[in-house]
């Protein structure tokens, strides 16, 4: 199966570390990398960026909703111009240090409430895609919502990804919390292997919903994260 791994990081900030980047970068093909909006800082980017180099692992942009305290885990109300202006200004800070390393921008992806937001309000939808019709590069998201449908409908190459560690809604939604916990793995690798050879999930109430998968998605800060990655790779050779 040609379905990527990418995964959420570069979220330490200061002195403060968040996840084990360094071991994940070993089991994942793509990194969504916080802009500094919700996690990371110019050195943690620049390391980052560094490490994915090291691993022969892509970069994406994971830009947010201009919230450092709650991890951009929480929705504001913005003007769609003030937001397509925020994302512009956060994913080109990353893409100066892709530069300088000789790093493509592969993809955006939208961070925590941002990426729910857009899902479903056509007017942050558009704002995001006129960001990242800026950089011409693919955009990240749930299939079977206004992700897709509008930036199929722009002339945006569009992924679908799946969560391996977050729960999702009767409606099809993902479940953000502001804290991840723990993953019971292998409950989490049966998911995966059902996701992709069926299509389909069990929502926590236990509708059976049909979902696509470009790319499968682990959290860094998910507090067993890397025990799944190891597990996830082998997984999905095997299929």
């Known amino acids: 199966m040609s379905v990527m791994i990418n995964c959420d990081m570069g979220e330490s900030f200061g002195i403060y570390t968040l996840g084990d980047d360094e071991a994940l970068m070993a089991y994942i093909d793509v990194a969504n990398v916080a802009c500094g909006f919700h996690a990371s800082d110019p050195v943690v980017m620049q390391n980052t960026v560094i490490n994915a180099q090291k691993n022969g692992v892509k970069v994406g942009a994971h830009p947010s909703l201009p919230d450092l305290q709650g991890f951009g885990r929480r929705e504001m109300k913005m003007d769609p111009a003030e937001l397509t202006a925020h994302l512009i200004y956060q994913i080109s800070a990353l ?18 409430s941002l990426y729910g937001m857009a899902a479903r309000m056509p007017e942050i939808t558009h ?3 006129d960001a990242v019709e ?22 945006i190459k569009f992924l679908a990804e799946f969560y391996a560690d977050l729960d999702y809604s009767d ?13 019971d793995v292998e409950k989490t690798l049966a998911k995966v292997e059902r996701a992709l050879t069926k299509g389909q999930v069990y929502s926590v109430g236990g509708k059976d919903l049909k979902i696509k998968c470009d790319t499968l998605c682990v ?7 890397v025990e799944l990655a ?6 999905i050779e095997k299929l």
């Open 95 to 112: 893409k100066g240090f892709l530069d300088r390393y000789e790093m493509p921008l592969f993809h955006i992806k939208p961070h925590g």
């Open 127 to 129: 704002a995001v895609c």
């Open 134 to 155: 800026q950089f011409n590069v693919p955009l990240f998201g749930m299939a079977g919502t206004l992700h897709e449908e509008i930036a199929s409908e722009r002339g």
């Open 171 to 183: 409606e099809g939604g993902l479940i953000i919390t502001r804290e991840h916990t723990p993953v």
């Open 219 to 225: 959290h860094s800060d998910t507090p067993n994260a």
């Open 230 to 235: 190891t597990k996830l790779k082998p997984l």
